[in-house]
């Protein structure tokens, strides 16, 4: 896996490359036609990946946007999820294929699974809906969300085949050094769930303040290259063109080794912000 200003990439199960923009946007809460209004902007101010979700309910407003955007559609890459009571093979596919009609496209350049549910330990046979969709033409490139070392070793044990992707709570509260180091040792691109800490505490926090003052940028840019500088795709949600500009400008903001490692220093082993483990935490 390699990372620059503009692309993260990284190789799927037959070594093609996938190019993902280093910024995409999150679009939780974010529905009906206010919500449409809000991402439609946000993909005309630059970001070029999309974050859904079959449980958000508005992969129709990400579709309409899509439609509404003044950018091709090939230089968009939409993402959804599969929702933890859909992890039966049958009921992931007819899943999928109902995102894909929520949304109106043809095809979905990424599909997730959203929890591992590992109680419920169905999350293998989820994983071979999302390949076989993969290789019906349904989907690009597949990938999972808030799957643990231990998830991630079963899929490859049990079905030869890993993610291109793997979307975890990651913030300067709960920096995931230890799942980072996991990917990039196996090829993993890690996207980053709230990663401004949902807007709370982290933006204020002095040691962000005081890098964002003696940068001139606002809060949000600094979290956000923070999160480059450690090789993951922040998919920052914000709701004003002003927000969606300074969080994009993250890309132009590269941090010296000590401003990474100030903010770094901010994590603590409880760091998670409603306290879902993935190993406990289940979500349908
Ligand atoms: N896979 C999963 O299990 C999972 C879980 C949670 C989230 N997600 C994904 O991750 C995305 C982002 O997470 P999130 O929405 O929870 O949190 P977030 O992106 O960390 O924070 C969003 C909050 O921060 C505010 N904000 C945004 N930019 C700001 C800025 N520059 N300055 C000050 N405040 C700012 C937003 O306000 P306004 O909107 O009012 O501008 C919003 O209240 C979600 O939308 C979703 O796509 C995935």
Same mark, same amino acid.
């Given at each position: 896996?390699?990372?620059?200003?503009t692309?993260?990439?990284?190789?799927?199960?037959?070594?093609?490359?996938?190019?993902?923009?280093?910024?995409?946007?999150?679009?939780?809460?974010?529905?009906?036609?206010?919500?449409?209004?809000?991402?439609?902007?946000?993909?005309?101010?630059?970001?070029?990946?999309?974050?859904?979700?079959? #449980?958000?309910? #508005?992969?129709?407003?990400?579709?309409?946007?899509?439609?509404?955007?003044?950018?091709?559609?090939?230089?968009?890459?939409?993402?959804?999820?599969?929702?933890?009571?859909?992890?039966?093979?049958?009921?992931?596919?007819?899943?999928?294929?109902?995102?894909?009609?929520?949304?109106?496209?043809?095809?979905?350049?990424?599909?997730?699974?959203?929890?591992?549910?590992?109680?419920?330990?169905r999350?293998?046979?989820?994983?071979?809906?999302?390949?076989?969709?993969?290789?019906?033409?349904?989907?690009?490139?597949?990938?999972?969300? #808030?799957?643990?070392?231990?998830?991630?070793?079963?899929?490859?044990?049990?079905?030869?085949?890993?993610?291109v992707? #793997?979307?975890?709570?990651?913030?300067?509260?709960?920096?995931?050094?230890?799942?980072?180091?996991?990917?990039?040792?196996?090829?993993?691109?890690?996207e980053?769930?709230?990663?401004?800490?949902?807007?709370?505490?982290?933006?204020?926090?002095?040691?962000?303040?005081?890098?964002?003052?003696?940068?001139?940028?606002?809060?949000?840019?600094?979290?956000? =290259?923070?999160?480059?500088?450690?090789?993951?795709?922040?998919?920052?949600?914000?709701?004003?063109?002003?927000?969606?500009?300074?969080n994009?400008?993250?890309?132009?903001?590269?941090?010296?080794? =000590?401003?990474?490692?100030?903010?770094?220093?901010?994590?603590r082993?409880?760091?998670?912000?409603?306290?879902?483990?993935?190993?406990?935490?289940?979500?349908f």
């Amino acid at each position: 896996m390699t990372t620059n200003r503009t692309t993260v990439r990284v190789q799927d199960a037959d070594g093609v490359d996938l190019a993902l923009p280093p910024i995409g946007f999150g679009t939780y809460q974010l529905n009906g036609r206010a919500g449409a209004q809000t991402i439609t902007e946000a993909i005309d101010t630059g970001y070029r990946l999309i974050d859904t979700a079959f #449980n958000y309910e #508005n992969e129709g407003a990400v579709g309409r946007s899509v439609a509404r955007a003044a950018v091709p559609r090939d230089q968009l890459l939409i993402s959804s999820k599969l929702p933890g009571r859909h992890h039966a093979y049958d009921q992931a596919r007819s899943t999928i294929e109902e995102s894909l009609y929520r949304t109106g496209l043809d095809r979905l350049d990424m599909y997730l699974i959203h929890w591992p549910n590992p109680k419920q330990d169905r999350y293998v046979e989820a994983w071979r809906a999302l390949i076989d969709a993969r290789d019906a033409g349904l989907i690009r490139w597949i990938g999972v969300s #808030n799957f643990l070392p231990e998830h991630l070793d079963r899929l490859a044990a049990e079905t030869g085949e890993l993610p291109v992707v #793997n979307q975890i709570e990651m913030h300067p509260h709960f920096p995931q050094l230890d799942a980072l180091a996991y990917h990039r040792a196996h090829g993993i691109a890690t996207e980053a769930w709230s990663p401004l800490g949902r807007g709370h505490g982290i933006l204020d926090d002095p040691a962000v303040v005081e890098i964002a003052r003696t940068r001139g940028v606002g809060p949000g840019s600094v979290v956000l =290259a923070w999160h480059r500088a450690l090789g993951a795709i922040p998919l920052p949600k914000a709701s004003s063109h002003k927000r969606q500009l300074e969080n994009l400008a993250a890309v132009e903001l590269d941090l010296d080794a =000590a401003e990474v490692d100030a903010i770094t220093a901010l994590g603590r082993p409880d760091g998670r912000l409603a306290g879902q483990d993935p190993a406990t935490y289940e979500e349908f």
